[in-house]
Each structure stands twice: as structure tokens, then as C-alpha cells.
């Protein structure tokens, strides 16, 4: 038996009929891969998704605001300031460019394309009164998986020529249900729980091809790969909101562990050609259950709110050493690599919003830093957006939204340059009443 990846993780494979031939496969998949830095990340990891269009037109900043139905997700404490009933909904368009790049080769540009639901719920103020009870219940998009990529060209490290594609696709959506409170005149208290589910598609279809000799015996190799994954889990959050006085408000959040149970589906594929025009397959498939245990997320926010503007800035933390796998997904992977490869995140969102009285709207910009909680020395460029956002209440009960962000990350190393380039473009409603 050997060991052979998995879309960047080792599991038994059938012992193919030459050892120099496993070797060559080994390596290859190895140092060919299009994403070998990145490939054994845990995707459920810090990959978190922009909810609401107002939110987002802001950059994310809104736990010292959470004034709307995204604050079930943001900051359920907020949920206390609505006393009208409140129906909501929104849909994201994201388009996603990669670029990727052998030293010494060109480079080769990939773009993939999804509009799907952001969000949908309702908030019911129990009573009208200011200090009354108000519950939301809604789902919100909270992780995206979607992507595309591509790499051809010699790879330095071992000298094949690679063409080799990737594609992902799916969602993670939280059903929420939370409610809130006041306290005191000027603190409110609110909690939601959420149940998490979803699934993920990715598949990797990879042409190599030894026209530097590197194998006296192999001509080339393809490998097809596939897995379909699918998540189940549970988790909760606390939020605290005060108003310090008219001008300032602050907010805080708990989010707390939660074990996210993951199903997974998976296929390859192996043809290799012989240089003597003879061949060799392999084939394997299987199923396996894990879960992952998330840490704690800590979250702060402040805002400033002034005649027609308001000023918003938000901190989140998490430390994701914490993480922790029931059962490692594969054999070259253990609860170790996330102390060894991951590291704590802090997530900075600030934001402004400014009110025009004479067209009765609002416009908004942010920025928002998500740091790759993966910790290698081939991240280059954290990923940063800017984000533009626009606003308009008509009859004093249906509020419009629409928010751009354009995102930016870059990771490269001696032999392989990654970027990647995020166009979303959200838009929502809300009505009141």
C-alpha cells in the first residue's frame, strides 16, 4: 500500500506496478498541485461571508449598531432597538478572478461566477414598548465555498508541465432564531441559536506531463479528483449592546464552540502513460464522518453617531490553534497541524454612513481586513476590501440596499504566485411596519 493525496490530504491508494512510477506520482501530486500551499486548509475555517447589504456597504461594522435583522448574526442584542415588524430579505452576486503562475511561465487568469440567497427573516417586537421583548428568526448565508483556478506551465520543482484545474462550489446557511431585551434604560441583552447547514463540491482534474524526461518511464500522468461534503452543526451567540450616551453606543459578542459534523463523499482517478505506450489505473473511492470542534469568537464595536453620519469600527477574535477534529479527516492530518499551521486572527471592519435628507437616501464605505488564519510565510497579502454601499427608504417603510466590495489576497513562494481578486455586489429590502 501506498499513500496518495486527496485534494491535499493522504489517504491509502492500491499499489500501483512500478515503485519508481509511485514515487513520480507522489511528488508530483505533491509539488505540482496548483494549490500546494494552501490545499490542506480547513475550509469550514475563518471563511466567513459578508450578510446584509447595509452591513456590507460599511464594511462589516455593525455590532455597535446592529439595528435591522442582520443583527441576529452581527449582534443579537440589537435586536431590543426594532419596534415595528420587520421582513427582510437579500441575494449576493459574487464574481471571483484567479490568477496563478509558475516562475519562468506565463501567467493563466480564471473567473467563476454565483448569485445566491444572503439573507431572509422577520423581527416581531412582542410589544411595541421600548423595553418589550423582540424575537427574529431567519437564515443567512454565512460561509461560501465558490471558486475556480487554474495553472499551466513547467513547475520549477520537479520540471513537468502541468494543466491543472480546480473548481469549488457550495454554502454553509445558519437558521437563526434569537431574541433581546433591555435591561436598563440604556443596556440590552440578546442571544440567538443557530443551526448550520450545507455542503461543498470541489473538484480537481490535473494533466502532467514529463516532457523534460524527468522519468525515463513515464510519459505522462492525469488524475481526477472529487469530493462532496456536507455539514450539520450547532452553535450560539451572546451580544451585549449600551448606549453611552446619544452620540455613542458599544457592542459586544460570544460566539460560542461549535461542533460541525461533516460527511464527506470522495473519488480518484489515476491514468498514467508509459513511454513504451502501455498504461496503468487506479481507482478508489470512499466515505467518511468527522466533526470539528470551532473555538470561541470574541467581538467588540463602537459607533459614533452624529447628525446625519455615523461612524462605525468593529474588532472580532478568534484563536484557531483552538480547533480540533474528532477524528483527522486523512492520515497525514492531526489535531497537532492546527497548533503548528494556524494561528489567532483579530478581523478589523470600520465603516461610515451618511444621510442626504434631500434625496432622502444614504450612502456608505468601508474597508475590512479577513485575515488567513492559515500561517505560512507565503501569504503576502492578507485579504482586504473596500466596500461602497447605497440606501433609499420609500414611503417611510420599504427600505432599499445595495453594497459593492471588492476583495484582495495574494499568496506566492519561490516556484508558484496566487491572486485572487473578489468583485460581490449585494443587494436587500426591508419592510416595516
Known amino acids: ?31 505540482s498541485s496548483l494549490d500546494a500551499i494552501a490545499q490542506s486548509e480547513e475550509p469550514t475555517v475563518n471563511n466567513p461571508f459578508g450578510i446584509g447589504a447595509r ?67 422577520i423581527v416581531w417586537p412582542v410589544t411595541s414598548h421600548r423595553d418589550g421583548l423582540k424575537l427574529a428568526f431567519g437564515v443567512n448565508r454565512v460561509q461560501s465555498f465558490d471558486g475556480r483556478s487554474i495553472l499551466k506551465g513547467i513547475d520549477p520543482l520537479d520540471g513537468f508541465d502541468v494543466d491543472e484545474r480546480r473548481r469549488s462550489e457550495g454554502s454553509i446557511y445558519a437558521w437563526s432564531f434569537g431574541g433581546a431585551g433591555y ?6 441583552l440578546g ?82 502513460h508509459l513511454d513504451d505506450g502501455t498504461k496503468d489505473t487506479d481507482y478508489d473511492s470512499g466515505y467518511f464522518d468527522y466533526d470539528i470542534k470551532r473555538p470561541f469568537e470574541f467581538g467588540g464595536g463602537i459607533a459614533f453617531h452624529l447628525e446625519n453620519l455615523i461612524i462605525a469600527a468593529d474588532l472580532r477574535y478568534a484563536d484557531w490553534t483552538q480547533t480540533e477534529y474528532s477524528e483527522p479527516p486523512a492520515e497525514d492530518v492531526s489535531n497537532e497541524d492546527f497548533d503548528n499551521f494556524y494561528r489567532d486572527t483579530v478581523e478589523v471592519r470600520v465603516g461610515s454612513e451618511y444621510f442626504i435628507p434631500a434625496i432622502n437616501s444614504k450612502v456608505r464605505a468601508g474597508y475590512m481586513r479577513n485575515p488567513i488564519a492559515f500561517d505560512d510565510e507565503s501569504i503576502t497579502n492578507e485579504r482586504d476590501f473596500l ?30 504566485r496566487q491572486k485572487h481578486t473578489s468583485h460581490q455586489v449585494l443587494f436587500s429590502f426591508a419592510y416595516r411596519y
Open 1 to 31: 500500500m501506498i499513500t496518495k493525496m486527496r485534494s491535499g490530504r493522504f489517504t491509502e491508494g492500491k499499489l500501483l506496478s512500478k515503485a519508481n512510477i509511485v514515487n513520480t506520482i507522489i511528488i508530483m501530486l505533491l509539488l
Open 55 to 121: 452591513t456590507m456597504g460599511m464594511g462589516g461594522a455593525f455590532i455597535g449598531i446592529a439595528d435591522d435583522f442582520t443583527a441576529i448574526h452581527w449582534n443579537p442584542a440589537g435586536l431590543a432597538q426594532i419596534r415595528h415588524f420587520e421582513l427582510s430579505g437579500g441575494l449576493s452576486h459574487t464574481l471571483l478572478e484567479s490568477s496563478s503562475q509558475f516562475t519562468g511561465s506565463s501567467e493563466h487568469e480564471v473567473s467563476e461566477s454565483a448569485t445566491k440567497p444572503n439573507s431572509v427573516g
Open 183 to 188: 435591561i436598563s434604560r440604556k443596556i440590552s
Open 191 to 272: 442571544i440567538s441559536l443557530d443551526f448550520w447547514s450545507g455542503g461543498q463540491s470541489q473538484e480537481l482534474d490535473s494533466l502532467a506531463i514529463d516532457t523534460a524526461n524527468v522519468d525515463k518511464e513515464l510519459d505522462n500522468l492525469s488524475f481526477y479528483d472529487t469530493i462532496d461534503r456536507h455539514y450539520w452543526g450547532f452553535s450560539g451567540k451572546a451580544g451585549s449592546l449600551v448606549r453611552l450616551s446619544k452620540h455613542v453606543s458599544l457592542g459586544a459578542t460570544i460566539t460560542f464552540p461549535m461542533l460541525l459534523e461533516i460527511n464527506e463523499d470522495w473519488t480518484q482517478d489515476t491514468l498514467i
Open 387 to 416: 466596500t461602497l454601499g447605497i440606501g433609499t427608504l420609500i414611503d417611510e417603510v420599504l427600505e432599499l440596499n445595495a453594497a459593492y466590495l471588492l476583495g484582495l489576497w495574494e499568496r506566492s513562494d519561490d516556484s508558484l
